[in-house]
């Protein structure tokens, strides 16, 4: 009978422990995506946009194997919402990724206006 009251002692404080520990610990979790950084209104096209599409968006949208010649701003520009919305899916480009930097460089140029600065 002792030995099996020291089973049940033993379990019950097993339990007990795996609840306290679960309790004291602390989830946390960062953000893959935050860079850190604020929207910079003058975000340069020429600067930071255009070798983000030069790396990454001409090998397809050059006018020969996708109809958007990213090669050509006012195409950029027209698409520039629909370019923003694609990349924060992830869903483009489909060859290789963006880092999280750039998809949030690509997005804070469109939400600045899509200006050729």
Known sequence: MKIKMMKNNTVIWGIMF???????????????????????PNLSF?????PII????????NGTIHPYDFRIFSIVQENAETIKQLTQARIMPKEGSLTSQEIDQIACWVENGAQNN
């Open 18 to 40: 795996l609840c306290l520990c679960l309790i004291s610990c602390e989830y946390n979790v960062e953000e893959d995506d935050f860079t850190g950084t604020s929207c910079d």
């Open 46 to 50: 020429s600067d930071v946009i255009r």
């Open 54 to 61: 030069d790396d990454n968006c001409i090998q397809c949208h």
